[in-house]
């Protein structure tokens, strides 16, 4: 027959109990019991720390985190260790280019920064006289590979889409200064196949 195990615990000046091991364990999960608490153990002739009994009987205690410690620290090692990996992974692969795209030429159908000879890759940009972006192309070997995007001078998004190998591929977008959607045109490997003009809902609309 099984002997069930008595415990007290003397904790902020006060005795509690008696507990099982189950309960004990239940207490140590929750973070209301540390393996430092004094306990006593019906039938011995001491109080010791709770952590002595449990490992006696089989039980271990682990250290006791709260879920608001754990929390406040997995916010703060998260974004760090999500800024390491970009890091590396910037230093391994490169830093993105990004140029005015005045500086690109095109040889061929390929863009090529000047005086250089290899097909650009990154980003390039088309300002507005006073420097502000009006388009933003990316580029693979030499060509717009991902999404494009135009903006008003007021930075408001005015059109966007992607682009495989220089041609678009897929929904293009065109928005009035409000953000409504304007134009919807659909494209497969840069062939139109479809085209919507949307009507402001508010009047006219630039």
Known sequence: MEVTVQVY?????????????????????????????WAWEQGESAWVPLGEILERHGKRLPVWRPAVAQRRTWNFYAPLAVGVVCVLLLITLGWPTVVDADRLEYRDGVAYELNSDKPFEGKAVHRYPDGKAQVESHYKAGQQHGWVRGVYPDGELQSEGRKEKGRFHGKVLYYHQNGEIKR??????????EQDEISAKYGNTP
Not at 9 to 28: A, T, V
Request: net charge negative; proline share 3%; hydrophobic share 40%.
């Open 9 to 37: 615990i003397s904790k902020n000046d006060q005795q509690w109990g008696p507990f099982d091991l189950d309960q004990l364990e239940r207490l140590k999960a929750e973070g209301a019991l540390k393996a430092s608490d």
């Open 184 to 193: 919807q045109m659909n494209f497969v490997h840069g062939n139109l196949v």
